[in-house]
């Protein structure tokens, strides 16, 4: 899947073109909506959608096709007004999400639908951590720095 996106610094659109077929007219995954962010993944399963949508710190989300609207997407972990939610990954048969309560990062790595997450453990009182360059789909780890 070949994703391309087009944003400002408070609205965002991605269109999408199958990679086997590149020659395709892109299609507009969400159309753009004043007030909403969004990023996706693709993956083996479907979707995985990063939105804003009345969700100022954002929530994680699962479509399994191209969704008709972003309120159609199965919320895999919802807004928290005390969590904001930096980023995630999905790998082949695992879910990485990277979220920020009072200031510290934290990891959370568990299930593709975020049913049985784990924080991971981070021995020291003060750092600064964030996903690093994660290009194994089948990794069953992950890096951060």
């Known amino acids: 899947m070949i994703l391309i996106y087009s944003q400002s610094s408070t609205t965002s659109e991605v269109s999408i073109i199958n990679a086997a077929a590149p020659a395709e007219k892109p299609q507009v995954f969400l159309p753009r909506q004043k007030g909403h962010l969004y990023q996706i993944e ?3 399963n479907g979707f995985y959608i990063l939105s804003n949508f009345e969700a100022p710190n954002r929530t994680l989300r699962h479509s399994v096709n191209k969704p008709a609207s972003i ?3 199965t919320i895999l972990k919802a807004h928290s007004p005390d969590t904001y939610i930096d980023g995630f990954i999905a790998f082949k048969n695992h879910l990485v999400v ?3 309560t009072k ?4 990891f959370l790595f568990g299930d593709l639908m975020a049913t049985s997450m784990q924080e991971v453990a981070i021995d020291e009182e003060v ?3 964030g996903l690093g360059w ?3 789909y089948a990794a069953t780890g992950f ?3």
């Open 42 to 44: 693709h993956h083996d």
């Open 71 to 73: 309120e159609a997407c």
């Open 98 to 100: 990277q979220e920020r």
């Open 103 to 106: 200031g510290k990062t934290r």
């Open 127 to 129: 750092y600064e951590i």
């Open 134 to 136: 994660n290009d194994n």
């Open 143 to 145: 890096v951060y720095s």
